[in-house]
């Protein structure tokens, strides 16, 4: 099996944009499509970003995800920051037979 | 709308065996579209695929989960149910049912998720 690997925690300020990685430890990025979803205090995930770069509906376009082959990584920046965008950020990513969940990482806005 | 919600025991002794429903509302877990998992996070820590079902049956487990857990659907109650066996301390967790797509492919819908405390 695979993992994939986040940054414990970042911050930044409002208005600034941050971004969060997500390193995969064996098998390619780019085979498997990545998730992000983000979780707030005492709530269940939701999807921020799906399949690499895609947006569910309701989901505000300052979200955005890319793949990076040359680092086998995957990213999510977020854009204009707000105050609402504090929580934890986790990707997801499989295999042939597995779903593998990174570590999670704290964004703090402040 | 589809909603999913767990159901079970919120105490389960040391080495017994830890059960959990999810009930899902507003779509059939019979739908080819979907896999019915279950995921857990133990207080403070990060998210952990436990394993999915698929409507034909057929079940994928976390390796590291594989031996002590076992996923199974009852299609005509519109559930499904995660069974995990030979519980430690680790196992305590906030057990969450979902829903994956498979096109496109993410965790769509999540239940509001269920403490699990194993303790004697």
């Known amino acids: 099996n695979f993992m994939l690997t986040q940054p414990h925690s970042v911050s930044e300020s409002p208005g600034k944009t941050v971004t969060i990685s997500c390193t995969r430890s064996?098998?390619?990025?780019?085979?498997?499509?990545v998730q992000w979803y983000q979780q707030r205090p005492g709530s269940s995930p939701t999807t921020v970003i799906y399949?690499?770069?895609?947006?569910p509906s309701g989901v505000p376009d300052r979200f955005s995800g890319s793949i990076d082959s040359s680092s086998n990584s995957a990213s999510l920046t977020i854009s204009g920051l707000k105050t609402e965008d504090e929580a934890d950020y986790y990707c997801q990513s499989f295999d042939s037979s597995s779903q593998v969940f990174g570590g999670g990482t704290k964004l703090t806005v402040l | 709308q589809v909603q999913l919600q767990e159901s079970g025991p919120g105490l389960v002794k040391p080495s017994e065996t830890l059960s959990l429903t999810c009930t899902v509302s507003g779509g059939s877990i019979s739908s080819s579209s979907y896999y019915w998992g279950w995921i857990r996070q133990p207080p403070g820590k990060g998210l952990e695929w436990i394993g999915d079902?698929?409507?034909?049956?057929?079940?994928y487990y976390n390796p590291s989960l594989k031996s002590r857990v076992t996923i199974s659907a009852d299609t005509s109650q519109n559930q499904f149910s995660l069974r995990l066996s030979s519980v430690t301390a680790a196992d305590t967790a906030v057990y969450y049912c979902?829903?994956?797509?498979?096109?496109?492919?993410?965790?769509?819908?999540w239940g509001q998720g269920t403490l699990v405390t194993v303790s004697s």
């Open positions: 399949e690499n770069n895609q947006r």
């Open positions: 979902a829903r994956r797509s498979y096109h496109p492919h993410y965790f769509d819908y």
């Open positions: 064996s098998g390619s990025i780019a085979n498997n499509y």
């Open positions: 079902i698929y409507y034909i049956g057929s079940t």
